[in-house]
Nanobody, 129 residues
Framework: EVQLVESGGGSVETGGSLRLSCTAS????????MGWFRQTPGKAREGVAA????????YYSHSVKGRFTISHDVAKRTLFLQMNTLKPEDSATYYC??????????????????????WGRGTTVTVSS
């Protein structure tokens, strides 16, 4: 059974930084894709960053590009999201997700949450102005 557990959320002021972590069990970090999504009440879930675990190619939404960095540690089976220059509009619950093993998701579809089979329970980020 795949389990994803996020941590690192919290409250910061505008311009601050946070680093989210997602520790996986039952999921090898040598292949597949993982991503970070976020959601606020009443809005659709939004993909913000994704990565191919084998090659490390990373992708970002326009809203976070240049401020967020996704990375992973194969040995620790942990996915990270470094968030810098945070803005109030970054406030949300952040989820990590992983695609089903053996499934290839093209770059254009990495922000489609329907492509992901495994989800964490989320960690909340609040950015105050």
């Amino acid at each position: 059974e795949v389990q994803l557990v996020e941590s690192g959320g919290g409250s910061v002021e505008t311009g601050g930084s946070l680093r989210l972590s997602c520790t996986a069990s039952g999921y090898s970090f040598t292949s597949g894709s993982m991503g970070w999504f976020r959601q606020t009440p009443g809005k659709a879930r939004e993909g913000v960053a994704a990565i191919y675990l084998a090659g490390g190619e990373d992708y970002y939404s326009h809203s976070v590009k240049g401020r967020f960095t996704i990375s992973h540690d194969v040995a620790k089976r942990t996915l990270f999201l470094q968030m810098n220059t945070l803005k109030p509009e970054d406030s949300a619950t952040y989820y990590c997700a992983a695609v089903r093993k053996g499934q290839y998701v093209s770059g254009a579809s990495l922000f489609d949450d329907d492509q992901y089979a495994h989800w964490g329970r989320g960690t909340t980020v609040t950015v105050s102005s």
